[in-house]
């Protein structure tokens, strides 16, 4: 199946640096791309919807000068967590929609940030 | 809106019997519809979809669900639960299109006791 791989998977920053998160499509082109927060023991919930060559679109609630999203190719979106906090400390997980009108999602491994 | 329910938190079972994880939906026409499983500190894992056709879904490590229309359900079960299925399963929903993401269900920890 297609895969989708997120680097770093565990980053450890100082309160006030930004962290940039990557979600990779190694097998298939993702032209929609998804980034969820996962808390601990809760389940997940959706940020923001990254397209390649547009602005991402938030859900609300979100605040999208604090959660960086860029989508600059097919195969890749960034998101960036500036001037973080130890509040932003959570589990991090992209996904990605594979080809076709199938609906599937594939995700990457997650990225766990904590913010000292 | 679409939700979905996943009425039970956690649910521990004994190792060799079956296993049935309830979800619940609310949307308007016949969804997407997902069981995902997480080990702790992992990604998701998709056990099984489904789209339209057969109601009985057959999925991997022996997972199967069933779509129910006049229940608003797709109920997650397995006949005989191993050790290593101990996890946190989530339901999932999507509308009936392409590009749009999915809404989870809040999961349930599935434990298996000896």
């Known amino acids: 199946g297609a895969v989708v791989s997120q680097h770093p998977s565990w980053v450890i920053c100082k309160s006030g640096t930004s962290v940039k998160i990557e979600c990779r499509s190694l097998?298939?082109?993702?032209?929609?791309m998804f980034w969820y927060r996962q808390f601990p023991k809760q389940s997940l919930m959706l940020m923001a919807t990254?397209?390649?060559?547009?602005?991402?679109?938030?859900e609300q609630g979100v605040e999208k000068d604090k959660f960086l999203i860029n989508h600059a190719s097919l195969t890749l979106s960034t998101l960036t967590v500036t001037s973080a906090h130890p509040e932003d400390s959570s589990f991090y997980i992209c996904?990605?929609?594979?080809?076709?009108?199938?609906?599937?999602?594939?995700f990457g491994e997650g990225s766990r940030l904590t913010v000292l | 809106a679409q939700s979905v329910t996943q009425p039970d938190i956690h649910i521990t079972v004994s190792e060799g019997a079956s296993l049935e994880l309830r979800c619940n939906y609310s949307y308007g026409a016949t969804p997407y519809l997902f069981w995902y499983v997480q080990s702790p500190g992992q990604g998701l894992q998709l056990l099984l979809k489904y789209f339209s056709g057969d109601t009985l879904v057959q999925g991997i490590k022996g997972f199967e669900a069933e779509f129910k229309r006049s229940q608003s359900s797709f109920n997650l079960r397995k006949p005989s639960v191993h050790w290593s299925d101990a996890a946190e399963y989530f339901c999932a929903v999507a509308p009936n299109q392409a590009g749009t993401a999915l809404i989870f269900g809040k999961g349930t920890t599935l434990s298996v006791s000896s």
């Open positions: 097998d298939f082109q993702a032209t929609t």
């Open positions: 990254s397209n390649e060559g547009s602005k991402a679109t938030y």
């Open positions: 996904s990605a929609r594979g080809q076709g009108n199938t609906g599937e999602l594939f």
